[in-house]
């Protein structure tokens, strides 16, 4: 069974510093890996999708890389800013049509102006 | 990205009474929904899977007559709490993974808040 893990669960940062938040799965045969972005009381919103052939996706000041074989999967977020404030949940999927997603707890980002 | 509705956002409702939810993919078709709930700090927990025109696959857990999920068109989903109780009182999100080119990508709706008093 597929484990995904997220530590530390909350981190609080000054603003404009560069941040990693780490995720690990238990079971390396993904075909993919997706971060989302979970702001209080709403849904989530996806960042960035690796699927299992790639190492790293980037958007913006987002980067995300993916270490199949180790499984672990790393967010870097470049000179974060108070609206980075969120929680972070990192989410595998496994091959196959209705596959589904198996998510991490989450890391609650707190950047400090 | 593509966006996928919810409705209502908020509903309180009384102990016995069923409340239906709505779940919508506005700019695609969404082949697959997925429908969890999520409690207060905790990561989000599927209840049900469902494929356009069958019947939804359900997790170990989830009582399929007291959550009914109907997933009519490619761009509709509904889920009906049945005889709603307090304890089914949570954050309810729908997410939609679509065909031809939007396999991958999960989208996700904003969520809808049950209050059962």
């Known amino acids: 069974k597929q484990e995904v893990t997220q530590i530390p669960a909350a981190l609080s940062v000054p603003e404009g510093e560069n941040l990693v938040l780490n995720c690990s799965f238990t079971?390396?045969?993904?075909?993919?890996l997706q971060w989302f972005r979970q702001d209080p009381g709403k849904g989530l919103t996806s960042l960035l999708l690796?699927?299992?052939?790639?190492r790293e996706q980037t958007s913006g000041r987002l980067n995300a890389s993916l270490d199949k074989s180790s499984g672990r999967s790393t967010l870097y977020i470049a000179a974060s800013q108070p609206g980075d404030s969120a929680t972070y949940l990192c989410a595998v999927r496994r091959a196959g049509a209705n596959s589904k997603l198996t998510f991490g707890k989450g890391i609650t980002l707190s950047v400090r102006p | 990205g593509a966006v996928v509705s919810q409705h209502p956002s908020r509903v309180i409702c009384k102990s016995g009474t069923s409340v239906k939810i709505e779940c919508r993919s506005l700019?695609?078709?969404?082949?697959?929904m997925f429908w969890y709930r999520q409690f207060p700090k905790q990561s989000l927990m599927l209840m049900a899977t469902?494929?356009?025109?069958?019947?939804?696959?359900?997790e170990q857990g989830v009582e399929k007559d007291k959550f009914l999920i109907n997933h009519a068109s490619l761009t509709l989903s509904t889920l009906t709490v049945t005889s709603a109780h307090p304890e089914d009182s949570s954050f309810y999100i729908c997410?939609?993974?679509?065909?031809?080119?939007?396999?991958?990508?999960?989208?996700f709706g904003p969520g809808t808040r049950l209050t059962v008093l």
């Open positions: 690796i699927q299992s052939s790639q």
């Open positions: 079971d390396s045969a993904i075909y993919n």
């Open positions: 997410s939609a993974r679509g065909a031809s080119g939007r396999t991958d990508t999960q989208y």
């Open positions: 469902s494929n356009e025109g069958s019947k939804a696959t359900y």
């Open positions: 700019d695609f078709q969404a082949t697959t």
